[in-house]
């Protein structure tokens, strides 16, 4: 089974404070994903990385950086924590395009974010 | 822009029906759909995928593609309160290894 963890399930922030959310998988997945939900917003992609150190900007990547330097973790940076970026963060994963029907994502549990 | 749509519900049935959840896409080029289902609180996890046109039968869920009209349905047979929950529908965004994902139907079913 592919196992997505994250490092934190909840966590309470200062605005201001940078933050780290990290992010593993043990698939050897090629792809990672980071995305933030909030009720009647859906899920929205933050950044992804197909490839260690690239990164690709996603729909709403102000105010976040990412780092990918070993194929199974994928960090997602707030650089200064402000209040609306309180939301749950849910990282993923899927394998390679290049194979048949593999954009399947795998989630992590999630990180719920509460910035003070 | 590619979007995928889907009534927000709230879709509510007996327990033991069948539910029917829809899904409709804009980009004619997807090749790959997806169901996942969220629990309150907790992240995504897929049900089904299906990449044809026509049926895909999994246990209770029964997916079904449309190409032509750019929809994707699940049904839910013997619909248990513990699937009371969202489901999120998903399409590839083409040649870009993302998904596009709509904001999902929520589902209640009652004892």
């Known amino acids: 089974d592919v196992k997505v963890t994250q490092s934190s399930r909840y966590l309470v922030k200062r605005t201001g404070e940078k933050v780290f959310l990290e992010c593993v998988q043990d698939?050897?997945?090629?792809?990672m994903f980071w995305y933030r939900q909030d009720p009647g917003l859906g899920l929205r992609l933050i950044y992804f990385?197909?490839?260690?150190?690239?990164?690709e900007k996603g729909d709403i990547p102000e105010g976040y950086s990412v780092s990918r330097e070993k194929k199974e973790r994928f960090s997602l940076i707030l650089e200064s924590a402000s209040t609306n970026q309180t939301s749950m963060y849910l990282c993923?994963?899927?394998?390679?395009?290049?194979?048949?029907?593999?954009?399947?994502?795998?989630f992590g549990p999630g990180t719920r974010l509460l910035v003070l | 822009q590619k979007e995928v749509e889907q009534n927000s519900g709230p879709l509510s049935v007996p327990e033991g029906a069948i539910a029917s959840l829809n899904c409709t896409y804009s980009?004619?080029?997807?090749?790959?759909f997806f169901w996942y289902r969220q629990y309150s609180g907790k992240s995504p996890e897929l049900i089904m995928s299906?990449?044809s046109n026509g049926d895909k039968e999994d246990g209770r869920f029964t997916a079904q593609l449309n190409k032509a009209s750019q929809y994707v349905s699940l049904l839910i047979r013997d619909s248990q309160p513990s699937d009371s929950a969202t489901y999120l529908c998903?399409?590839?965004?083409?040649?870009?290894?993302?998904?596009?994902w709509g904001l999902g139907t929520s589902l209640a079913v009652n004892p």
């Open positions: 993923a994963s899927s394998s390679d395009y290049g194979r048949a029907h593999q954009e399947t994502q795998y």
């Open positions: 980009d004619r080029g997807s090749q790959s």
């Open positions: 299906i990449y």
């Open positions: 998903a399409v590839n965004a083409g040649n870009n290894r993302k998904l596009i």
């Open positions: 990385s197909y490839d260690v150190k690239m990164k």
């Open positions: 698939m050897d997945h090629e792809n």
